[in-house]
């Protein structure tokens, strides 16, 4: 049983509320089940007194607190106590409430009262063992806590514990910990994929990976600000479409938790200290130096002096810092930026907050003060550009011209596309090279090619000649190459482009005079960036071995990070798409967290994560480092989440084995997002995918009426070409076998015309399941090019369907059920089973069934549906009824007709597959040997 309390005593304050708050609470403890599990374990050993429960306020220890409470009352006595903090300095308050079922005489000395608690709890528990769980265990009054500690150490009860902190907690349940007694269980931060379940749960439809990172950046994984989150989704960058919660913009909210935390602890604060804080929401991060000097400051923001009981000297003054500094540990970080050690604010969340509390006036005077000090404390031009820019915006100062461009580049690179375009447009000149140019870069990083072609056709006139400075001259050439790209402009004239770029770099490095001060570094960064470019043009017409060729061995001296990272995904690419899964395989695994370096753009980071999930997915590893690589550790958001391009692979997969409901499943929240940005022309792919599977629902209707109707200029030549596969499979397709199968010949011709082999092998395999017996022989060749598992599936496949072989198709049925294809592994069995009944071979399909079995275990179905395809609908329900150990009359008696009739189909089932006994239908159709 779990006691009833009153008064002080309360179950704490609910994680959730609200109209959906079951539905959240359920999925939070559902993401928690494991953790959960592990403190009732302990909780019920005999050996040990218990568990302590630390997380943050709002990371969901009450909730956890009182299911395990709940669980463990089946078979414990549960005693909950809650701390207040008003009641904290109160003797006993905590545990008033056994107090007053003791005698009066029994209150009176620490020692009644223990033995009077002890003799109550013996009573209420009737020999079951006792559990005191205790929540907000910090605010526990010093008095309760000894009785509770004495009473665990004398074994009369166990205890379990939440609290913020260990340092907050009474020192006897601190000794208790370290003595052993108590297992320590700390609460991390909720991940993506838990929130999108609490999120889904909550909201009850859908929500894209993009909208779980708004959530997660407007909450930071706590699970309290997350619900308050969900809760003021008004105030959001999401919304509801078609069903499917998406991210409309990049925006995140401040929920009121978070501003009432800020509130709180802003009010707490002397000056020196709010200053600190304030400044360093605007800047992101100061250097050390800069923050101790505010800590010694002193003048408050108005100009009046600070009164100090110090006094005036020095030392005081100094010591006064080191106190303030100390009063903020719970709140800064320390970090470093190029050898010089930085303070920021441990929260972002927490930063935002104190930003939308600080006033115009006081923003101004925290600026005008920090700027009035020496260079060597504060200096502005060491600020982030774009908080920097932020900064005199709120306090409203004019920002400079050259502030905000470096703000729109700065936003370009961490992805705030929106955000850069108001800095761009705060000060319109379309004269300007520099502004053109970072318009353009903003509109091509969400995919509009036509917007970015229209500004940079104005300022290619303003570089036409050679004299024009070479960095805005290449950039506006590599630009233009890319706009051009994305509206299918010829690649004549694209590689015209990148010819003219190249042209000016060597003029320059011939004439010292039109290098205008460049120095040898960028001189090899512009080239780089002409053959990243360069790669980037094959890899969208489908040039892998093109690909391969310019970046395999390229010379890499002078190479940014970014370059680094885009030449790396590039060429992972290119290997996987060719013959070099293996290779592809182990460059994405070595590249691993090396993709969450703040030194590379969102930009290069999205494009290279989905390099790497389709060369993984190539070589049969899809779901591999992926999932690692380039955690999304930053507070900005992506064009296309890591989680959604594995959905959207996994999605396509699912798609091309005829799995319309998982496919459906996974593409359909991440189709309602690209609807909004699609900067990697990747809704063409999910629509065509969804095409393909019954549209049995309004959203995915609504969806594929962006299915494009032919292949586009504009699009990735494989992802025209996987367009064309899908359409070419999609049910809704009124066409003979035979007719598609001629289809997927096409695609396979042009797929080895173009030297992509793996798109060739997946084309032959849909030909030759399409029925082309013809294309097996043509399967296998392109498979024997090609490494990893699955390709040696399809290899043995082709050779299989060539010679008819069963002991091949079971080779095959293995090694696709190994790579992971299920549906060709039922295929080859079905297949390998066939044959071997027709080779009359009795010991070879005997050995395959067991085979079969192994993998699929009742393989009934399936030879019902393939080695019995020549029965009628009423004959394969009897052969399936015979298999099942029926008689004649029960089986008469099933289908309601006479026995006579039955014996009628098993004439007609015994003849066609040419069998003389019951014993030999039951061992064709069975696994194994009657």
């Known amino acids: 049983m779990v006691s009833q309390t009153h008064g002080l005593i309360s179950t704490g304050r609910p994680l959730f509320s609200g109209p959906s708050a079951a539905g959240g609470e359920q999925a939070f403890l559902a993401t928690r089940e494991q953790l959960v599990e592990s403190v009732l374990k302990r909780i019920r050993s005999p050996d040990r007194i218990g568990a302590v429960l630390l997380g943050d306020e709002g990371s969901g220890k009450t909730a956890i607190l009182r299911t395990v409470a709940h669980r463990a009352s089946q078979t414990h006595h549960v005693v909950r106590i809650w701390a207040s903090k008003r009641a904290s300095s109160e003797p006993y308050r905590a545990i008033a409430f056994l107090l007053a079922e003791l005698e009066t005489e029994q209150t009176g000395h620490p020692l009644t009262i223990l033995q009077g608690i002890r003799a109550l709890l013996e009573e209420q528990s009737n020999g079951r063992p006792i559990v005191l769980a205790i929540d907000n265990a910090a605010c526990l009054d010093h008095e309760s806590a000894m009785i509770i500690s004495r009473l665990v150490m004398a074994g009369v009860a166990s205890v379990l514990i939440a609290s913020k902190a260990l340092r907050l907690m009474d020192d006897c349940f601190a000794d208790l910990w370290r003595e ?51 809760e003021e989704l008004s105030m959001s960058g999401l919304r509801v479409q078609e069903g499917t919660w998406v991210a409309a913009s990049g925006q995140s909210l401040v929920p009121s938790p978070v501003h009432a935390k800020a509130r709180s602890t802003l009010g707490a604060l002397q000056d020196q200290e709010l200053q600190i804080v304030r400044a360093l929401a605007y800047a992101g991060s100061l250097p050390a130096g800069a923050v101790r000097h505010l800590a010694g400051l002193t003048r408050d923001l108005s100009g009046a002096p600070v009164t100090t009981a110090a006094g005036p000297g020095a030392s005081a003054r100094s010591g006064e810092a080191a106190a303030h500094l100390d009063a903020l540990q719970s709140l800064i970080v320390l970090g470093n930026s190029g050898g010089v050690t930085t303070v920021s604010l441990a929260s972002g969340l927490f930063a935002a907050a104190v930003r939308e509390q600080t006033t115009t006036d006081e923003a101004a005077a925290l600026y005008t003060l920090l700027a009035g000090q020496p260079t060597d404390a504060f200096d502005p031009a060491g600020l982030d550009p774009m908080m920097h820019a932020e900064w005199l915006l709120a306090a409203g100062f004019p920002v400079p011209e050259d502030l ?66 070479i960095p805005a001259a290449v950039r506006l050439l590599i630009l233009r190459c890319r706009a051009l790209r994305l509206v299918g402009s010829a690649p004549a004239q694209r590689t015209a482009l990148l010819d003219d770029a190249e042209r000016r770099i060597a003029l320059a490095e011939r004439q010292p005079g ?101 060369a993984l997915d190539a070589g049969g590893t899809a779901g591999g480092p992926v999932s690692d690589a380039g955690q999304d550790i930053g507070t ?70 962006y299915f494009p109707q032919a292949a586009a200029q504009s699009t990735p030549w494989t992802v025209n070409a996987l367009i064309g596969h899908l359409r070419s499979a999609s049910p809704g397709v009124r ?27 997946m084309h032959r395999l849909a030909q030759l399941r399409a029925g082309d017996t013809g294309a097996a022989r043509a399967l296998a060749a392109a498979a024997a090019g090609i490494e990893g598992v699955y390709a040696a599936a399809c290899e043995l496949y082709g050779r299989a369907a060539d010679t008819g072989d069963a002991e091949l198709f079971a080779q095959a049925m293995e090694s696709a059920q190994l790579a992971g294809d299920s549906g060709l592994a039922r295929d080859c069995a079905a297949q390998a089973l066939q044959a ?12 395959v069934q067991r085979r079969a079995g192994r993998l699929f275990g009742d393989t009934t179905d399936l030879q019902m549906g393939v080695a019995l395809e020549r029965l009628t609908k009423r004959e394969r329900e009897v052969a399936q009824l015979v298999a099942r150990g029926e008689n004649n009359k029960s089986i008469a008696v099933t289908m309601g007709v006479t026995a006579r009739t039955v014996e009628g189909h098993l004439y007609q089932i015994f003849s066609k597959l040419h069998l003389r006994t019951r014993g030999e239908l039951v061992d064709l159709i069975l696994v194994g040997v009657r």
């Open 180 to 230: 052993g007694d108590l297992e320590r269980f700390d609460l991390p931060c909720l991940t993506r994929t838990q929130i999108r379940a609490i999120a889904e749960a909550a909201l009850d439809a859908p929500v894209s990976w993009e909208a779980v990172e708004v959530l997660w950046r407007s909450s930071e994984g706590n699970a309290r600000y997350l619900y308050a989150a969900l």
């Open 404 to 469: 905000t461009l470096a703000a729109a580049r700065r936003c370009i690179f961490l992805g705030l596309d929106d955000r850069a375009h108001f800095w761009i447009d705060l000060h319109p000149d379309d004269q300007d090279l520099e502004r053109i140019l970072e318009a353009a870069h903003a509109a091509l990083a969400v995919g509009h090619g036509g917007e970015a072609e229209a500004l940079l056709a104005k300022g290619h006139a303003l570089v036409a000649a050679d004299s024009a400075p």
């Open 514 to 614: 039109a290098a205008r001060g460049l120095v040898p570094q960028q001189f090899l960064e512009h080239r780089a960036d002409v053959t990243l470019t360069r790669a980037e043009d094959g890899s969208f017409g489908g040039n892998y071995q093109m690909v391969a060729k310019l970046l395999q061995g390229a010379d890499r001296t002078g190479w940014t990070q970014d370059q680094e990272a885009l030449g790396d995904g590039l060429l992972c690419e290119a290997l996987a798409m060719t013959d070099q899964q293996l290779a592809a395989d182990g460059l994405a695994r070595s590249m691993g967290a090396g993709l969450g370096s703040p030194s590379i753009s969102r930009e290069v980071r999205d494009a290279t994560r989905l390099r790497i999930a389709v």
């Open 636 to 705: 900005h958001p992506s064009s296309v989440t890591r989680d959604s391009i594995e959905d959207i692979i996994a999605g396509v997969r699912e798609a091309l084995k005829g799995r319309p409901d998982q496919a459906r499943a996974l593409l359909l929240p991440v189709a309602q997002q690209l609807v909004l940005k699609d900067a990697y022309c990747l809704l063409p792919l999910v629509t065509a995918a969804l095409a393909s599977t019954p549209a049995d629902t309004d959203a995915a209707g609504a969806v594929i009426g």
């Open 735 to 761: 066409e003979s076998r035979m007719e598609t199968a001629a289809k997927f010949a096409d695609l396979a011709d042009a797929a080895h015309a173009q030297g992509a082999p793996m798109l060739e092998m």
């Open 836 to 847: 071997a009944q027709l080779s009359d071979a009795r010991g070879v399909l005997r050995d």
